[in-house]
């Protein structure tokens, strides 16, 4: 594990370590020592190698069940792995591949979704190769809360018909946090505090005939890999909050126009 200050900085560190574990290891144990800060996306460290750009590559061993197979190379396929040797033992599969350590970001649950629970991953460092191209992190969106306040069962019923909700009905919020998971790639947002209007014409209805989805429980692990390029993991004692790193809508619009003019 190395930590370096980030220059300009005083109150920001650059952490690099050998992939997501020790990584959640420390962040857990920070936590539970009672620091409170804010994560960004993990990435990988580039290499400039005779003036090519190179990425590490990780040698990783999958042992799954027959049935499963070609779910688990359709999906390490996707995320730029090459299937390097196939070996049979009895009524499993044992999977070898060569691929960027930035494809095995969050796979380990997908990978466990797959195969049932069944399957088993370990991976080493290989070696540094040419840069393999862009790799998509997530095809999903985020929910995020348009407003400071608290959750009301009234605003939570309108913004789980938008996607999987985070949070449930009394949980302080704030402006630009992260409050559920959006089935496309755009984000949205949301105002999980709106209250039902009173009218003279009929009264509110009582918010106990609004039946709410259970909101999805992510672990540290899986809020690391949910991160998207634009937001952060605030890690507090008692809380795992995902934030944008621009909490202003309006800011976060300029901020994402002015990167597709420099991007042309």
Do not use: W
Request: net charge neutral.
């Amino acid at each position: 594990m190395r930590v370096t200050e980030l220059e300009g900085s005083t109150d920001a560190f650059n952490v690099a370590g050998r992939g997501e574990m020790s990584l959640s290891i420390l962040i857990e144990t920070m936590r539970r020592e009672g620091y409170e800060f804010q994560v960004s996306p993990p990435r990988v460290l580039y290499q400039m190698i005779d003036g090519k750009k190179c990425e590490p590559i990780e040698r990783l061993v999958c042992d799954v069940p027959q049935d499963y197979v070609g779910a688990v190379i359709e999906k390490l396929g996707s995320r730029k792995g090459d299937l390097a040797e196939m070996t049979p033992i009895g009524s499993r599969m044992k999977l070898e591949f060569l691929i960027p350590a930035r494809g095995l970001f969050g796979y380990r649950n997908e990978f466990l979704t797959d195969t049932k629970g069944e399957g088993i991953m370990a991976s080493v460092f290989d070696s540094y190769a040419p840069y393999k191209g862009e790799l998509a992190r997530r095809n999903t969106g985020s929910l995020v809360a348009s407003e400071t306040g608290t959750s009301i069962t009234y605003g939570l019923f309108n913004a789980q018909e938008r996607g999987v909700l985070f949070i449930g009905a009394g949980v302080d919020v704030y402006e630009g946090m992260v409050v559920g998971q959006s089935p496309k790639q755009e984000d949205i947002t949301v105002n999980v505090c709106k209250k039902k209007q009173l009218t003279n014409m009929r009264a509110s209805g009582s918010d106990d005939a609004l039946r709410l989805v259970p909101p999805k429980q992510m672990s540290l692990e899986q809020c690391l890999e949910f991160l998207a390029d634009d937001e952060l993991l605030e890690v507090t004692p008692k809380n795992l909050r995902i934030r944008k790193t621009i909490l202003n809508k309006e800011l976060r619009m300029k901020a994402t126009h002015g990167n597709k003019k420099v991007l042309q």
